[in-house]
């Protein structure tokens, strides 16, 4: 499995905003599903959005309407654009993607820590 590079992440203000993004090799152009997951100290990693067939997205109840998802094959890269960050959104994030049958394609990278303080 191919092993994804996120980055994006820092420290930011509360009200704020971040892009994360997502780079693995190859896999990005013929991957079903992409997701983003966050892991906060203390708490376990939960999925946050996903998009899917490259149209469909779900978003936890956490992050509707502030996160958006989305992917460009053509940069071999997806995107988690987060806005009205809120410190209860501090975590590690990462992404993982999926083959047709639901099968992962990549492995867990190192993550990109987002920090939401005043």
């Known amino acids: 499995q191919v092993q994804p590079v996120e980055s994006g992440g820092g420290l930011v203000q509360p009200g704020g905003s971040l892009r994360l993004s997502c780079t693995a090799s190859g896999s990005i152009s013929s991957a079903n599903a992409m997701h983003w997951y966050r892991q906060a100290p203390g708490k376990q990693r939960e999925l946050v959005a996903e998009?899917?067939?490259?149209?469909?997205?779900n978003y936890a109840d956490s992050v509707r309407g502030r996160f958006t998802i989305s992917g460009d094959n053509a940069k071999n890269t997806v995107y988690l654009q987060m806005n009205s960050l809120k410190p209860e959104d501090t975590a590690v994030y990462y992404c993982k993607l999926f083959d047709l049958y639901g099968s992962p394609t990549t492995s867990w990278g190192q993550g990109t820590q987002v920090t939401v303080s005043s």
């Open positions: 998009i899917t067939g490259g149209d469909r997205t």
